[in-house]
């Protein structure tokens, strides 16, 4: 089955960058989506940005031209590219998917998560 393996979660100071990767492996049939989520303390969990199979992206209006989702389909990686962050970022973030075996069950997959600090 698959498994998600975050990375790159860092304290960071307002205004700087970061750069998540969440790493894809196992065996699956069809990956029907890709997306991020974060999640407060005592919040639920929220999607950040999200990708189809066909490569659209959507993204929360909280983080629209801030973070950018993309996927290096030859290393199965997905990235979560965020700049410009600000303290009100500050959560765990989490990889998740949306994916099918090859008997069309459909499965949801998450990752353990990887914290992102930033401080003003």
């Known amino acids: 089955q698959l498994q998600l393996a975050e990375s790159g979660g860092a304290s960071v100071h307002a205004g700087g960058s970061l750069r998540l990767s969440c790493a894809l492996s196992?065996?699956?049939?069809?990956?029907?989506?890709l997306a991020w989520y974060r999640q407060f303390p005592g919040n639920q969990r929220d999607v950040v940005a999200s990708m189809n199979t066909e490569g659209q992206t959507t993204y929360a209006d909280s983080v629209k031209g801030r973070f950018t989702i993309s996927r290096d389909t030859s290393k199965n990686i997905l990235y979560l590219d965020m700049a410009d962050l600000k303290a009100d970022d500050t959560a765990v973030y989490y990889c998740?998917?949306?994916?099918?075996?090859?008997?069309?069950?459909?499965?949801?997959?998450w990752g353990q998560g990887t914290q992102v600090t930033v401080s003003s």
């Open positions: 998740q998917s949306l994916w099918r075996r090859s008997d069309n069950y459909l499965f949801n997959a």
């Open positions: 196992g065996v699956f049939f069809r990956l029907e989506t």
